[in-house]
């Protein structure tokens, strides 16, 4: 089965501009997850949609960070303006929802360096 | 609030050596645990998991985990090492709440084995 799909894979911005990242799920999941992997951490969740509606995003800078998931399918995640603690490496992932037996996929990352 | 622990940030070890790599979690329900590997320039792969049943489990490449669940620990052990085992180690866990499960994953275990 195709996997998670992100782009693009690298971005390299300058400080208070703005970037946007784009996340095709597994097909028929979901599930959506936006985490920020910042270099020598764990990844961090920024916001969870169960199709089109979003269930966490308790750890998303909402005066910078926004996210949307438009008919329950794909999904983009913007910085506006971004910062330079903005750096990491943003990844996608998507679950089939399955009360117990839940596995994420994660598509290959968008690596953003802040300047 | 569930969290996740990892007790080793680097880890440096010869081919052979017997690997094992601490987890600890925090969380008051019932929980699922994921060991996620992440090899250089790749991204996340599930290692393995643990939903229920045994407390041990097998997972890909010679890995295993034991679940303890009187400790809140999840420790993953590899009794000989090889090159290939080179990546960084992620212990998550999902506990499911408000509907819906959430993953979140401790800071990660770099594990660099060599020749």
């Known amino acids: 089965e195709a996997g998670v799909a992100q782009s693009p894979r690298y971005k390299i911005i300058e400080k208070r501009q703005s970037v946007a990242f784009w996340c095709n799920p597994i097909?028929?999941?979901?599930?959506l997850y936006w985490y920020q992997q910042i270099l020598g951490q764990g990844p961090k969740l920024l916001i969870q949609?169960?199709?089109?509606?979003?269930?966490?995003d308790s750890q998303l800078p909402k005066d910078r960070f926004s996210a949307e998931r438009l008919k329950g399918v794909d999904s983009t995640l913007k910085i506006q303006p971004a910062k330079l603690e903005d750096s990491a490496v943003y990844l996608c992932?998507?679950?089939?929802?399955?009360?117990?037996?839940?596995?994420?996929?994660f598509g290959s990352g968008t690596q953003l360096s802040v300047l | 609030a569930q969290s996740v622990s990892q007790h080793n940030h680097h880890v440096i070890l010869s081919e052979a050596a017997s690997l094992e790599l601490g987890c600890n979690y925090s969380?008051?329900?019932?929980?699922?645990l994921f060991w996620y590997v992440q090899y250089p320039g790749q991204h996340l792969q599930l290692l393995l998991k643990?939903?229920?049943?045994?407390?041990l489990v097998k997972g890909i490449k010679g890995f295993e985990a034991e679940f303890i669940k009187s400790k809140f620990s999840f420790n993953l052990r590899k009794p000989s090492v090889q090159w290939s085992d080179t990546a960084e180690y992620f212990c998550?866990?999902?506990?499911?709440?408000?509907?819906?499960?959430?993953?979140?994953f401790g800071a990660g275990t770099r594990l660099a084995v060599h020749p």
């Open positions: 998550a866990v999902t506990g499911f709440s408000g509907g819906y499960n959430k993953l979140i």
């Open positions: 643990y939903f229920s049943g045994d407390p």
């Open positions: 992932a998507s679950s089939s929802f399955d009360r117990a037996r839940e596995k994420l996929f």
């Open positions: 969380y008051g329900g019932t929980v699922n």
């Open positions: 949609f169960q199709n089109n509606g979003v269930v966490d």
């Open positions: 097909s028929g999941h979901a599930t």
